[in-house]
């Protein structure tokens, strides 16, 4: 089970997608992939990607 939501899963993929159309390593795209996803989803238990932005 993820710990994404729909939106948070989406910025990841599209991360991915960049981190691919750039030419980076397989195993690149992988592990930031997964710590992109992690932090996306700590962020979304402060109350999403506004909340955790300055003013």
């Known amino acids: 089970m993820s710990k994404?939501?729909?939106a948070g899963?989406?910025?990841v993929a599209?991360?991915?997608a960049h981190l691919r159309?750039?030419?980076r390593s397989a195993s690149t795209v992988r592990t930031y992939?997964?710590?992109a996803g992690e932090f996306v989803a700590f962020t979304e238990?402060?109350?999403g990607w506004a909340?955790?932005?300055p003013p």
């Open 14 to 16: 599209r991360f991915q």
């Open 51 to 53: 909340a955790a932005t």
């Open 21 to 23: 159309s750039a030419g």
């Open 4 to 6: 994404l939501d729909v």
């Open 33 to 35: 992939g997964t710590l």
């Open 9 to 11: 899963a989406q910025t």
């Open 45 to 47: 238990t402060r109350g």
